[in-house]
């Protein structure tokens, strides 16, 4: 027989205050008391009942405070920011992510490990839901940014990674190495700023000195040098070169220092005699391999670029194992460009990678970090 009182109750140890909590007697050792206010508190007492009568009562030594059953905090970060989220500069952020908990839980947003700048970012939260807002997302506002949700002890973490990006600078320099019949030879180097994100190609144009017009020769050109033929004898022409990235084509151009005049030829024109050109390079990687994360399940490709003469053998190791032709690997050499496509990485397939390009005059070699994380997965998908 089971009894309560609230300690609101003045006089709370009299009989006269104890309330029953069963209308009738319970045989079991356990009973749960229901229909309570959250935030009373109850003393409770129980007594024993035979045909001999009632027991004296046993009381419990505190009160007990009436709470809500506490359901652990759980955010559910939409699919599509488990990956690296990239918007342009200028472009409106605005995310909602779902959470759920109760008590109603306390929300925080850290970047990069420190509060996160409210100036710069706005975050509302309601019962259900965090709303992370930028009105005009800056290449500062790239990062790691933290949401956590916690109940009394309890608190449940995810992270989204926000990539900022915009068009990328003009190459750092171009130049004309090489002039010979109708054709120049060209080599540019990477511009100083990528737009933050990776490079993907050059554009290449020529212009003659008499009329100035500008005239694509080139387009998703992934090299850093280039032949340009088919020019006119007895014009001069000068170069310049656009650099793109995944926002588009960089608002100026790199253009050559020099000209390159086509000499005309005649009917007695004897071409004077030149030492025969030795294209023998040892490999020189001319686009590194980047520092990737993917998650498991997710294809990965890891991209680099190598010139040397003649062509150099590649070869990919992971962590300085020769992969050699392992299925779950896509080794693929085209023109220079050499990636690597691991297929639906497991736990295991994170680590060091390695490209090596070899041939007669030397060998060069450009390593990266792979890291796989786990997928983050929803209590529905857990049952």
């Known amino acids: ?22 209308e009738e007697l319970t045989v079991s050792c356990r009973y749960i008391i229901k229909n309570q206010t959250t935030g009373d508190r109850l003393n409770i007492r ?31 970060l939409p699919r599509y920011l488990r990956q690296r989220y990239v918007k342009n500069v200028g472009e409106k952020i605005n995310l909602v992510i779902p959470f759920s908990g109760k008590p109603q839980p306390v929300v925080s947003w850290t970047k990069d ?7 710069k970012v706005n975050i509302r939260n309601t019962d259900k839901d965090s709303i992370f807002f930028i009105r005009a997302s800056e290449r500062a506002d790239s990062g790691v940014y933290e949401m956590c949700v916690k109940v009394d002890s309890f608190e449940d973490k995810a992270q989204l990674t926000l990539q900022i990006v915009e068009l990328p600078g003009p190459p750092a ?3 004309i190495v090489d002039t010979w019949g109708f054709n120049v030879a060209l080599e540019w180097t990477e511009p100083k700023d990528n737009g933050n994100t990776t490079i993907t190609g050059y554009t290449v144009q020529k212009a003659d000195k008499k009329t100035g017009d500008w005239f694509t020769v080139l387009e998703h050109y992934h090299r850093m040098n280039a032949t340009v033929s088919d020019l006119i004898m007895g014009n001069t022409y000068i170069f310049r070169v656009f650099t793109e ?6 608002q100026e ?6 000209s390159a005049t086509i000499q005309k030829t005649g009917i007695d024109y004897k071409p ?27 294809n990965a490709k890891l991209l680099c670029s190598v010139r040397g003469f003649p062509k150099p053998k590649v070869e990919w190791m992971k962590n300085q194992m020769i992969i050699g032709d392992d299925p779950k690997f896509r080794q693929i050499n085209n023109q220079g460009i050499c990636s690597l496509e691991i297929r639906k990485p497991g736990n ?6 390695t490209c090596r390009a070899k041939n007669e005059h030397g060998e060069a070699l450009v390593t990266c970090k792979l890291e796989v994380k786990q997928p983050v997965i929803a209590d529905a998908d857990k049952k």
């Open 1 to 22: 027989y089971i009894q309560t009182a609230d300690t609101a109750v003045k006089s709370a140890n009299t009989s006269n205050d104890w309330k029953a909590a069963n």
């Open 46 to 76: 129980v007594v024993a009942v035979n045909p001999g009568g009632r027991s004296p009562p046993a009381t419990l030594a505190d009160a007990v405070l009436v709470r809500e059953v506490v359901d652990r905090p759980k955010i559910r």
């Open 113 to 119: 490990g420190q509060p996160v700048d409210t100036k």
């Open 173 to 175: 320099s171009v130049k």
């Open 245 to 250: 990235n995944k926002c588009g084509i960089s």
């Open 253 to 258: 151009a790199t253009v050559t220092k020099t």
């Open 272 to 298: 004077p005699e030149y030492k025969e050109h030795d294209f023998s390079q040892a490999p020189k990687f001319t686009t590194p391999l980047a520092d990737r994360s993917t998650t498991v399940g997710y």
């Open 348 to 353: 295991f397939d994170g680590g060091v990678y």
